[in-house]
């Protein structure tokens, strides 16, 4: 048997972290012979909850769980950390700025950066979930200079996983016939689905469904999916949402499978794609021996290229709104 590894979850006993806790601690994200402790990370108010969540924990008696450890203190909760899943973030209220949201969580990920500096193990991984994803990775790097800067990503597997799943209803093939999908950029609704590289059964995704359909129908719904589902069901996604957090973890830890790759949001810092510099931007990915590695060379025309650049001066200006956060200082 290996020996556990620490997995911290921020926001634990929320929507998502609901759905999350229960399938790592089974070994779905890390495999069936990796022994885990959870670190449960919530803010004092939904302590109680929280506890609730421990007890049903204990109440599975999933063999790979070793310990669980329930806090408020970030100092415990990042201590000896080998992956961190931070979900928990400030919802959006009704009247609420896009730009406040980002400060306010700004606040948030800063703190948990320079936790995780002072206090994870030095080859942690991160996934941040908890919105506007792809910024608050930004700053949650920003703020642990000391751990390898390749080492925060932000989760778009969702958006990614919606993506092939539309292909196979629209094409009538299993969902596992779908592959080289990427969705490009930021996680909101400026990102960039795109069918472009992406193969059905072997045959390319354009020889069997129309322009018109990915550009009237495939993209809008992909980017507008978390809308449809608050929409419908009163709640934003939580089970496909920790559904994407597994997949994204496990792909990154065990590796994609070798005919596919998947999308990742990382740091754009070598400019692949000419994405500008210092930001955390979503590419296909494929990922072996714990590391990933972007998918180089494919053809990006015009158009594409105007809807990478879209999702990039978002992002961009989204960094402006956090530059006080990007600075040690803070
Ligand atoms: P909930 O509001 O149900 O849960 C959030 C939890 O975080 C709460 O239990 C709260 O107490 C806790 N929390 C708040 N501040 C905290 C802090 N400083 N430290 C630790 N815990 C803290 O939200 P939920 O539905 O679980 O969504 C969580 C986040 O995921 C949101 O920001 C949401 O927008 C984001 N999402 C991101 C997705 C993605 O693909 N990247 C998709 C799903 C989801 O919308």
């Not at 006993?13 to 999350?20: F, K, P, V």
């Amino acid at each position: 048997m290996k020996s556990p590894v620490h997995i911290t979850v921020t926001g634990a006993a929320g929507n998502i972290g609901y759905a999350l806790v229960f399938r790592i601690a089974s070994g779905q994200m890390l495999g069936k012979d990796q022994p885990v402790i959870l670190r449960l990370l919530e803010i004092p108010q939904s302590a109680a909850a929280l506890s609730g969540i421990a007890m049903e924990l204990e109440d599975c008696a999933f063999p790979l769980l070793q310990d669980i450890v329930l806090t408020d203190d970030l100092s415990v909760g990042f201590h000896d950390s080998n992956y961190a899943i931070l979900v928990g973030a400030k919802p959006r209220t009704k009247d609420m700025q896009r730009s406040d949201l980002i400060a306010d969580n700004a606040k948030i990920f800063a703190a948990q950066g320079r936790a995780i500096n002072e206090h994870a193990a030095r080859d942690i991984r991160v996934l941040v979930v908890g919105n506007p994803a792809n910024s608050n990775a930004l700053i949650t790097a920003a703020n642990a200079p000391n751990i390898n800067r390749q080492h925060f990503t932000a989760m778009m597997r969702l958006d990614h996983n919606r993506a092939k799943t539309q292909v196979a209803l629209k094409t009538r093939h299993p969902v596992a016939d779908v592959k080289h999908m990427t969705v490009w950029g930021n996680h909101s609704s400026t990102q960039f689905p795109d069918l472009g590289h992406c193969l059905v059964g072997g045959t390319p995704a354009f020889d069997l469904v129309s322009r018109d359909w990915a550009e009237d129908y495939f993209i809008p719904a992909v980017q507008h999916r978390g809308t449809a589902i608050i929409e419908a069901r009163g709640a934003s996604s939580a089970a496909s949402a920790a559904n994407a957090a597994i997949d994204h973890m496990r792909d990154w830890v065990l590796g994609t499978k070798e005919d596919d790759w998947t999308s990742m949001a990382i740091p754009s810092d070598e400019g692949h794609y000419g994405v500008k510099e210092g930001l955390i931007f979503s590419y296909p990915v494929t990922c072996s021996n714990g590391q990933y590695h972007i998918v180089t060379g494919l053809e990006v025309d015009d158009d594409m290229q105007n809807k990478m650049n879209t999702t990039e001066q978002e992002l961009s200006q989204e960094r402006d709104i956090i530059s006080d956060f990007l600075k040690l200082s803070n």
